[in-house]
Every structure is written in structure tokens, then in C-alpha cells.
């Protein structure tokens, strides 16, 4: 996925969905995955107003959408595709099974990641 291609899934569910899950008032949360960190992102948050929070490389203990990857990859245990259209529709499938309570605990499951990664000092914890 390049730069354009994020800006237009955030443009067309940044708002809604995190509004939903989470209220009217957050901060985003990137990784530094080098589409994140162009300009044109940098600038396509400062046009949405929204605060992008500083957040050290390759940190998956702090990211929610790798325990979203985690989730999907649970639900396709035991799926055996044949093919790349059947992988692709097992993995829409499983990914689209995704209840809205269970992003919604990745969500909010937030502070007390940062707090053992905090009591760690920056080493992997148990999440």
C-alpha cells in the first residue's frame, strides 16, 4: 500500500469509524511505516485536524491493528485456500467477522498497553 492508497481508506473511515468506537476527540496513532510519515500524510492530518501522536519504530505491542492481524489470523485457523482467490475470500470473510466489541477492546485496552510498555522501558511485554 503506498501513501495514496492510506489517505483514501483514512479519508473514507478515519472519522466515522473512530467516532464510533471511540468519541469525537482522539489522537491517531501511527507506526512510522514510511506511507505514514510522507508529507502528503503529515499534511492530510493538519487538513482534517487531527493530532498524530510520537510514537517510537516498530513498536507491534502498541499497534491495535496487529492484534486486529492476530484476530483474523485466529479466525482462519484450520482454512486451508487452494488458491489466491480463496485465500483472499477466506481473509475478507475473517476480517469482516470482526465484532465491533472486540476493536472496540483493542481500542481501549490502549492505556494499560502504554503502561507496560512503559514499566518494561521499551521492551516487547506479554501483549
Not at 104 to 110: D, E, G, K, N
Request: hydrophobic share 35%.
Amino acid at each position: 500500500m503506498n501513501s495514496e492508497v492510506f489517505r483514501a481508506i483514512l479519508s473514507a473511515h478515519i472519522q466515522s469509524n473512530a467516532s464510533e468506537l471511540i468519541g469525537r476527540r482522539f489522537t491517531v496513532q501511527m507506526d512510522n511505516d514510511p506511507k505514514d510519515t510522507v508529507k502528503a500524510t503529515k499534511e492530510f492530518f493538519k487538513e482534517i485536524k487531527r493530532n498524530v501522536m510520537q510514537w517510537p519504530n516498530q513498536s507491534p505491542d502498541l499497534n491495535p491493528i496487529e492484534h486486529e492481524f492476530h484476530l483474523v489470523k485466529t479466525k482462519l485457523k484450520g482454512k486451508c485456500p487452494k488458491n489466491k482467490q480463496e485465500l483472499k475470500t477466506v481473509a475478507v470473510e475473517a476480517w469482516q467477522s470482526i465484532t465491533r466489541d472486540e476493536t472496540q477492546r483493542l481500542v481501549m485496552s490502549m492505556r494499560s498497553r502504554l503502561q507496560a510498555v512503559i514499566d518494561c522501558k521499551g521492551i516487547a511485554t506479554k501483549y
